[in-house]
């Protein structure tokens, strides 16, 4: 009768053991792919911008930066709120049309919906959303462009990879519809023409 008690809890102890030793550890859903994206998030990003259509010829590709910062309700629906800038050198043929070597500096805010596909490490999303940005002539006098405030509205997609539980990396491609061209009033703008931009961010979430 002892014995068949003793094997019992020896039984007993195996396959408790042998259960544990199958359960993930803590960090195992980072592991297999699968992690928490809820929370609060900040980017900072650097990358290029430039312009389609009939504003393309005139306006040379650029360097683009960015600040952004959010909230994800859950691991796949999030609100941004974000500040991006860019610089676009003029690059008109007729030289006698300006003086100096200006080029447009944008600054603009803007707030847009993401929704990701995946709750993984590697996490594809796509976004929408409405800003308003201003136009400035800098270093020299053209008499194409000139200073102006307009709207806009970003449309994009991108992936993100959380590195580590704080820190992630994203790379985004974006395309803006421009609601007034007015800091180009001389050029003949069409309804599809707006503004390209992929970028690169770092960041963190919480």
Known sequence: MRRSIALGLCLAGLTGGAARAQDPPPDAPTRMGRVDWQGPYFLLGLGVEGYTGKLAPNLDPGPSYGVFVGYRANDYLGLELGYSGGVSSLSV???????????IVRNGAQAAL???????????YVLGGIGVERYSVREGTFFRFFDDTGGYAPVGAGVRFKINPQLTAEVRGSYSFLFGQDFAPSQDIGAGDGRYS?????????
């Open 198 to 206: 992929g970028i690169l961010m770092i960041g963190g979430s919480y």
């Open 93 to 103: 043929a007729d030289s006698s049309d300006f003086f100096g070597t200006p080029d």
């Open 114 to 124: 993401t929704i990701g596909f995946t709750p993984t490490r590697l996490q594809p």
